[in-house]
């Protein structure tokens, strides 16, 4: 599941330049969708690019308070005015609506006007909005997700049962939007039944509690690996090889580093050159991680080789615990440099990478941090391995041998 964090921004939450502050730190902190008003669409286009959704009106001729993208602060601007850019990548139907209680729900949901937008073949909404004001109202959002992509539900009076039972019942036929005003009611809405919203949309003026939302969706997005103890077995010098420098444009700690191995069901942990030495400054956005044929672990669970990274793709970085999180190559450097083999045993297999001859490539063994220069037959290193095939970076049911 990919969690996202759309930040509310229609005229509920002031003038323009109100929300404009508002999507501008949204925009700054990384959220992935801004929800306006449609005459606004134009508007957020032109603060930065992410994806809007808009709130449907039947009425969409006049822009509010101030000029936006073509006009000026004299007067209105037309929607005709605003050109292709004020297209919403999602429409939302259900403010000043049935959904949000502006409209009283009718008796029998057949005759929702709503729903009727939802189920149109064409100019149909893609998302539906509702205020959980009764459990008429949950029964609506349940009807709305079974048309909607997107469909946001507003708590009132209550926190977790009526989520916990749309999430128990709507499935993965849409996108469950829960609305929060805080981190802390994210993190929440991302954890209840163990299954969470696909999303939330917050109700924040605080860019702080914006950008910590954010990182609450990160969080919620990585996966935790089950590292292992293999014991080395042989380290010996290997020659000269093509070695991959790859350089992430995200700093890292003094714990994380790169999956990498010459085996894809044996993955060494090897650490960024976030230490310092006599000799060479730290690079704590770069880990030295082998040769170019080696295997690499991206986000999602699929490994690439060294020699295929290029500037802006994601790899995965690891800490000595497990946890992980995703960084972009800023550039990856491949050089001639003497190298080693280095050889571990765990549950009976053998596994094996090439890492450069060096003092400040480090990997971790039982006693931390340890360069491969001082690396010794016996020692006890930390890998991920999984008894699983690859093709093309992608797990497979089948035999394939790696010596």
Known sequence: MTRSVWLKADDTVGDWEARKRRITAGLEAGVDWV??????????RDLGD???AAFRTE???LIDDVGGAGGSDDGPVSAEDLGDDAEPDASVVGKDGEGDGTVDLPSDFAGSADLTTLRREDNRAEGAYVRILSEEYEAFAEAAAADAEYTIVI???WTIIPLENLIARIGEETDLIAGVTSAEEAETAFETLEIGADGVLLDSDDPDEIRRTVEVRDDAERETLDLQWATVTDVERAGMADRVCVDTGSLMEHDEGMLVGSMSRGLFFVHAETAESPY???????VNAGAVHAY?????????????LRSGDEVQIVDSDGGTREA?????????RPMFRIEAEIDGDRVETLLQNAETIKIHTREGRTAVTDLEAGDEVLLFYERTARHFGEAVEESI???
């Open 35 to 44: 929800l306006v008003d449609e005459a606004d669409v134009g508007r957020v």
């Open 50 to 52: 992410v994806s809007v």
């Open 59 to 61: 009425d969409t001729a």
């Open 155 to 157: 708590g009132e009076d």
């Open 280 to 286: 060479v400054a730290s690079r704590p956005f770069r």
């Open 296 to 308: 690499a672990r991206t986000p999602g669970g699929g490994t690439t080789y060294l020699s295929e």
């Open 328 to 336: 972009v190559v800023g550039r990856v450097k491949i050089e001639k």
């Open 401 to 403: 041998i790696e010596k």
